[in-house]
Structure formats: C-alpha cells, structure tokens
Nanobody, 121 residues
Framework: QVQLVESGGGLVQAGGSLRLSCAAS????????MGWYRQAPGKQRELVAV???????NYQDSVKGRFTISRDNAKNTVDLQMNSLKPEDTAIYYC???????????????WGQGTQVTVSS
C-alpha cells in the first residue's frame, strides 16, 4: 500500500508563512524523486517544486526565492517551506512521488490527497 499524506495547510494572511509536510509509506523513499504540485480554481495543475532522489531542486519561476523544498530520507518526508505568501498562491497542494521503472522506459507516479492553502489579502 502506497500512501502519501500531506499536512500543514491552512489559512494565512498575505506575507505570512506556512510549512507543508508529506509523509510517505509503502515505497523505497530514497530512490524516488519528490515534488509539490498545486491546482487553483480555474487553473491547470502545475508543478511548484521538485527535489530529485539525489537532492537536486527546481522551482516554478513564480515561487523562486520564496519557497524551499527539502527531504529527509531517514524520516521518509518531503517539506515545502512557503514564505512571503501571496493570494495567488491559494490552491490545493499535492505531494507527488515518482520513479523510473526498472524494466522499460515508463515512470510510476503516486499522489497524496491534497491539502488546502488559502492566502487572504
């Protein structure tokens, strides 16, 4: 049973901070790339940040300098520290895990249930 469970969402005023956490089970965490996605009303789901199994990070341009993704392989967790939040950051945030299949060119993708982040002005 693969399970990704997000926590830390909530309501915050513009300029504030939140820290999201995702706890993974049922996978070999250390070999998975981990990411955070979000989906706002009327918008496509978009990648926010990703951290590879080797620790390399990438961010969507709109969150660079404000958000930080990190992982702890000993705890099987990935976090997203969000600072200087803006109303346009309001969305459901989803934890994602991916690994490339050992046989063939495919990829396996797992998703959490999502956590709501609301930023008020």
């Amino acid at each position: 049973q693969v399970q990704l469970v997000e926590s830390g969402g909530g309501l915050v005023q513009a300029g504030g901070s939140l820290r999201l956490s995702c706890a993974a089970s049922g996978i070999i965490f250390s070999i998975h790339d981990m990411g955070w996605y979000r989906q706002a009303p009327g918008k496509q789901r978009e990648l926010v940040a990703v951290i590879s199994s080797g620790g390399t990070t990438n961010y969507q341009d709109s969150v660079k300098g404000r958000f930080t993704i990190s992982r702890d392989n000993a705890k099987n967790t990935v976090d997203l520290q969000m600072n200087s939040l803006k109303p346009e950051d309001t969305a459901i945030y989803y934890c994602n895990a991916r690994r490339y299949r050992s046989v063939g060119p495919g990829v396996m993708i797992y998703w959490g249930q999502g956590t709501q982040v609301t930023v008020s002005s």
